[in-house]
């Protein structure tokens, strides 16, 4: 675990598909050494978790309260920093937008998989609940590539 200290998962507005990456993340990597968070590449105010979004994590068990979108900033790149994005569209926005933005991957791409997290603006309650499961697999797959 030691090459990072710092994982972001990266979304547009840091209120669905990072954020609810971020929670579980924080839950399935509680005793690793590393710090969790989640940023938007757009966020123009600070806001909760989006509704649905909520919804499903707290049926399974996860407190969202305390989550708040965050703006990804120059400060939050460094060597020891791994973003992961939810999308390869934000990847190549952050390589564009961001200086020595060197650890930046889709997240499925990171895993070892080539696809982008659906998108679930607008979206029915179902598909958030699909995005879950897809997040915790992942999220799964990814405690043990930190560890390796």
């Known amino acids: 675990m030691g090459r990072y ?12 598909r990072s954020a609810m990456a971020k929670i579980i993340a924080q839950g399935k990597l509680s ?14 105010f600070a806001e909760p978790i989006n509704q649905k979004a909520a919804a499903v994590m707290i049926s ?7 989550h708040e979108a965050r ?10 920093v791994l973003i992961l994005t939810m999308e390869d569209s934000q990847k190549e926005k952050i390589w564009m937008n961001y200086e020595n933005a060197a650890n930046v991957y889709t997240f ?5 998989g080539e696809y982008d997290i659906v998108q679930l603006f607008g979206e029915a309650l179902t598909e958030y609940g699909k995005c879950y499961e897809v997040l915790n697999l992942l999220t799964s797959a990814l405690a043990v590539r930190l560890r390796t």
């Not at 399974?60 to 305390?66: I, L, R, S, T, W």
């Not at 703006?71 to 020891?80: F, G, R, S």
């Not at 499925?108 to 070892?112: R, T, W």
Request: proline share 0%; no cysteine.
């Open 108 to 112: 499925s791409e990171y895993i070892n």
């Open 31 to 44: 005793l690793e050494n590393i710090n969790i968070e989640s940023r938007g590449l757009v966020v123009l």
């Open 60 to 66: 399974k068990g996860y407190d969202v309260a305390k």
């Open 5 to 16: 200290s710092k994982l972001i998962f990266v979304d547009e507005d840091d209120n669905s």
């Open 71 to 80: 703006q990804l900033e120059q400060a939050d790149i460094a060597e020891d």
